[in-house]
């Protein structure tokens, strides 16, 4: 079975599906792995590195893609996206935003692909290490912090030197996710006082344990988590109550990190302009929701706002700026989950396994994903 591995062509996108020792592990399961060149250049992986590996160099990108039989990427080719390029039959791996991109699901069922988004792996015990949604939040998370003592005008620790104390930042993180628990470890070691804030009770002993403290809001929520471990969106009314919570806990912080995303539906809005405007001038916020609208009203995705003296970052590609471990990681995951999937160099399509089912979006020219379906079939002009 032939595995392919384009070069990324998304804007901004530097990383690469499989790194070297990927490919070694692979080659060993049976399958023929060809690597674009350059595919690998921009995340710090030279192409001999690949063919030191066991991997096929191939310069047509053309004749690549027509080739594959598995093709593994990190977003979609440019040619999957407009059902082209990929013969039918061929197997598709990726971030491909099955929730928010519906209608990639459809022209890739309709062009006859299987497709698998890692999106939709479950989150349970034995697909922990397949956890690509995970792995590279974790790496979001860590580059935002850096992100904000980058522009804040302050340092993040307690200093004593011969010309007095320097007081520590102060962070809150809202939303304490994979992304926001990192955050808040990284903002501890870099020495600030953090607190962090989430819907979900049953992160609080996670934030406690890295040092923080958890805000206590009282606000009486829904049922605040799905059965992924997602926080589960809340009625306009709590959005509004704590939005006025949000604000008190901006204005005692120098930097605010959001991170706070409901699957498949735009960025619950939790910092409006009133919490900004009330910020201390120099402030940062970093909102990871950017790419979904934000969790604050002034963001701009990938653009750097200033407004009433606060300094509002919308980076959508944090993961891409740490481009090697982030194709580190994101290959460890992509090999686990093809493991699972491969068996003696052959695709086995058991839709009786959790993890397979799961994470299937398209086969045989259907949507299998039901998530996906019924969002297409809510859709304007749905038949």
Do not use: W
């Not at 302009?273 to 701009?300: F, H, I, P, W, Y």
């Amino acid at each position: 079975m032939i595995l392919v591995v384009p070069k990324e062509t998304a804007p901004a996108e530097r990383r690469v599906a499989l790194v070297p020792d990927a490919v070694r592990a692979l080659s060993q399961s049976g399958l023929e792995i060809a690597v674009e060149a350059g595919a690998g250049l921009e995340a710090g992986f030279e192409d001999e590195a690949f063919e030191s590996a066991g991997a096929r160099l191939e310069r047509d990108r053309g004749a690549l893609l027509r080739s594959a039989e598995l093709l593994v990427c990190v977003q979609p080719p440019r040619e999957a996206e407009q059902g082209e390029g990929l013969r039918a039959g061929a197997t598709l791996i990726g971030f491909l935003r099955p929730l928010d991109r519906p209608e990639l699901a459809s022209r890739l069922a309709s062009a006859g692909l299987t497709a698998f988004a890692v999106q939709l792996i479950p989150r349970i015990t034995r697909a922990q290490a397949m956890d690509a949604l995970s792995s590279q939040s974790n790496i979001a998370g860590y580059r935002a912090v850096l992100l904000a003592a980058a522009a804040l005008p302050r340092l993040f620790p307690m200093l004593v030197t011969a010309a007095g104390t320097i007081s520590p930042s102060r962070v809150f993180v809202i939303g304490a996710g994979v992304a926001g628990l990192q955050a808040i470890a990284t903002a501890r070691r870099l020495g600030a006082v953090v607190e962090a804030y989430d819907v979900r009770p049953a992160v609080r002993e996670q934030v406690e344990s890295l040092g923080a403290r958890f805000v206590e809001v009282d606000v009486e929520a829904g049922e605040a988590e799905d059965k992924g471990g997602y926080a589960r969106a809340q009625s306009e009314e709590f959005y509004a109550r704590q939005r006025a919570l949000m604000g008190e806990r901006a204005a005692a912080a120098d930097v605010v990190i959001t991170t706070a995303l409901v699957p498949g539906r735009a960025a619950p809005r939790l910092l409006d302009e009133d919490a900004v405007r009330g910020m201390k001038r120099g402030s940062v916020v970093v909102d990871l929701a950017a790419e979904q609208g934000g969790n604050c009203a002034l963001t701009r995705a990938d653009e750097t706002v200033s407004a009433h003296g606060v300094t509002i970052l919308g980076p959508t590609d944090l993961p891409s700026q740490a481009a090697f471990h982030a194709s580190q990681t994101y290959a460890r995951n992509l090999v686990n989950l093809l493991q699972h999937l491969v068996k003696e160099g052959r695709l086995e399509m058991d839709l009786e396994d959790e993890i397979t089912r799961g994470a299937l979006l398209c086969h045989e020219g259907k949507i299998v994903a039901e998530a996906v379906r019924a969002r297409l079939d809510a859709a304007p002009g749905a038949a």
